[in-house]
């Protein structure tokens, strides 16, 4: 690897999937564990090994399969250890307890392709974007729907909580193919609080909120821009503070965890853009403008911690925990946690322009994200079970079989699966009838053969 941050065409890759991986999430509690979903209908879960990748990795830690369809997005409970759920182009949403390595619930109110998936702060609750056009707070555990919005007039196409302030953000589509924006109340979704375009392009707009800085980060796919809005809860409800202006097109974007923020240099959120016409990963910093090089205690409140705060067990037994909250003072080099009692600080009232970012992007990214990466003291580790089961069953389905075909093709495919099927019964039926038949044959040589006599 060399200092510029490019890797060898031939480095090492995880790809044990049969087809195109749809959506990958890191483990929140556990840095090295990874899950990912692809059009081979399964979930997997990896794990890197300490110090990365030395050849390909082609064996999964575990392989999750519930879904008769594509899997498109999978997303790791946020407060318990262990809890991972998928969504799939088969409308169903399931619940796995990787404890076990089987599905435990299934989410079943969907009529078309789920598209993005939210929860809140402490995971006792989830929303939903569907392609039917509608928006949906589901309490997980039951799958009992408890909010339902039609947007016909806003398309939604992603959802994100906002905290704990009881709001819910969806980008999408006005009815004239504006790109905007609308905000929610999650105890009542009959219309939103607000509705705001942004332009008049195509690319789908993705969100991403900082709950500690209240802070909205815009990208949408294709663009060049960083849009940043601050949140409140009286109204405008939303204010726009400035943009990050590239001339490179995005394709998505990552965000690195606020545990490995480099908060020396007053950074409060970083993004991996993809950016596919250069065949890179750029890192994108934003840094709040300070002159001192000491811990800025009004910038860094409280974030959730790197430990989980339930069991499978306890989520799935109707608890609900946030995470413990901590500081990030320790990432200071130098600097002695001592120094600094009790990191419960809050923004100001008057912190808007002290929580207005400037986009920076690293000198030298590979070394700055060794130094600065994403350490943790988490002493989690994720240990596979053993499965012999080979049927999924589900609220009293099986979730492997009986699964009706929707498109021409699959009923094509299932159809000549039955002709392969019914092939290799007959022929079994044929080989039994003729082993009868010698069975047979043999009984009556003993009848007749003179010792019997």
């Known amino acids: 690897m060399g200092g510029g941050g490019l890797i060898e065409p031939n480095y090492p890759k995880v790809c044990g999937h049969q087809g195109n991986v749809l959506d990958i999430k890191w483990n929140p509690f556990i840095d090295t564990v990874i899950a990912s979903c692809s059009e081979d209908t399964s979930v997997r879960i990896w794990e890197i090994p300490e110090g990365g990748l030395k050849r390909n990795m082609t064996e999964a830690l575990l392989e999750l399969h519930g879904h008769s369809r594509r899997v498109g997005l999978v997303e790791w409970h946020p407060t318990t250890n262990n809890i991972l759920f998928s969504a799939g182009y088969d409308y169903k949403v399931l619940i796995w307890n990787l404890d076990v390595g089987e599905p435990v619930k299934m989410i079943d109110c969907h009529t078309d392709v789920i598209l993005c998936l939210s929860f809140n702060t402490d995971g006792s609750l989830l929303t939903t974007t569907c392609k039917d056009k509608k928006l949906r707070v589901i309490e997980p555990r039951s799958g009992r729907v408890l909010q339902e919005a039609s947007c016909k007039n806003h398309r939604v196409n992603r959802v994100v909580f906002l905290g704990n302030m009881k709001r819910l953000l969806t980008t999408g589509v006005s009815r004239w193919n504006t790109r905007q924006i609308a905000l929610w109340d999650q105890e009542d979704l009959s219309m939103p609080l607000i509705e705001e375009e942004i332009d008049g392009l195509s690319g ?41 202006r590239s001339p490179a097109p995005q394709k998505g974007l990552g965000v690195m965890p606020k545990h490995g923020l480099d908060v020396s240099a007053c950074e409060v959120f970083r993004f991996y853009k993809l950016v596919t016409l250069k065949g890179l990963i750029e ?29 499978p067990d306890e989520w799935l ?29 809050h923004s100001s009232p008057g912190a808007g322009s002290l929580l207005t970012p400037l986009p920076h992007t690293p000198p030298d ?86 010792k019997n006599c």
């Not at 000491?294 to 705060?309: N, V």
Request: hydrophobic share 35%; charged share 25%.
């Open 283 to 311: 890192p994108i910093s934003m840094i709040v403008p300070r002159r001192s090089d000491s811990y800025q205690e009004d910038i860094y409140p409280m974030t959730p911690g790197t430990e989980p705060a339930l069991t």
């Open 204 to 244: 789908l707009l993705f969100p991403f909120y900082d709950a500690d800085t209240h802070m909205l980060y815009l990208a949408g796919k294709g663009d060049g821009n960083i849009r940043y809005y601050e949140i409140s809860t009286e109204k405008p409800y939303l204010s726009y503070l400035m943009e990050f």
């Open 365 to 450: 990214p590979v070394l700055m994200s060794l130094k600065e990466g994403y350490k943790k003291s988490s002493k989690l580790v994720f240990k596979a079970p053993v499965r012999e089961k080979k049927s999924v069953v589900v609220n009293g389905i099986d979730l492997l079989e009986n699964v009706p075909p929707r498109t021409e093709n699959e009923l094509l495919r299932m159809f000549f699966r039955q002709q392969d099927e019914i092939r290799r019964l007959k022929e079994e039926l044929t080989q039994k009838d003729i082993r009868i038949r010698q069975l047979q044959l043999e009984l009556k040589n003993l009848r007749n053969s003179p």
């Open 317 to 345: 037994g109707g608890i609900n925990r946030g995470t413990a909250r901590a500081g990030l003072c320790r990432r200071v080099p130098g600097l002695h946690p001592g120094l600094w009692p009790g990191l419960a600080c």
